[in-house]
């Protein structure tokens, strides 16, 4: 079983900062790619920013030069640093993560969801 616990979400006003945190655990053999997902009601989930196999973080356009992913490969953790956040960033945050199980097997895992409200 292999778990992802996100932390981090919470309210904060336009222009400011947030941080979330994403920690996999369990019975890991090897991690992929791990990533940062997002979906606003009455929308449908889209892409934050994810690594890929090589390392290289993806970011959507609308977040480019908002926010920033690092990823703590020894710690299986990855953390979405926000700022500048507008009220358009509002929505449940999902961390995503493909991990090897064993030498052969492979799966995609999500986390929780942690609510980000950007409103004054």
């Known amino acids: 079983q292999v778990q992802l616990v996100e932390s981090g979400g919470g309210l904060v006003q336009p222009g400011g900062s947030l941080s979330l945190h994403c920690a996999a655990s369990g019975s890991i053999f090897r991690v992929i790619s791990m990533g940062w997902y997002r979906q606003a009601p009455g929308k449908q989930r889209e892409l934050v920013a994810d690594?890929?196999?090589?390392?290289?973080?993806n970011y959507a356009d609308s977040v480019k030069g908002r926010f920033t992913m690092s990823k703590l490969n020894a710690a299986n953790t990855v953390l979405l640093q926000m700022s500048s956040l507008e009220p358009g960033d509002t929505a449940v945050y999902y961390c995503?993560?493909?991990?090897?199980?064993?030498?052969?097997?492979?799966?995609?895992?999500w986390g929780q969801g942690t609510q980000v409200t950007v409103s004054s």
């Open positions: 690594s890929n196999a090589g390392g290289a973080i």
């Open positions: 995503a993560a493909r991990i090897y199980t064993d030498y052969k097997t492979w799966d995609e895992y």
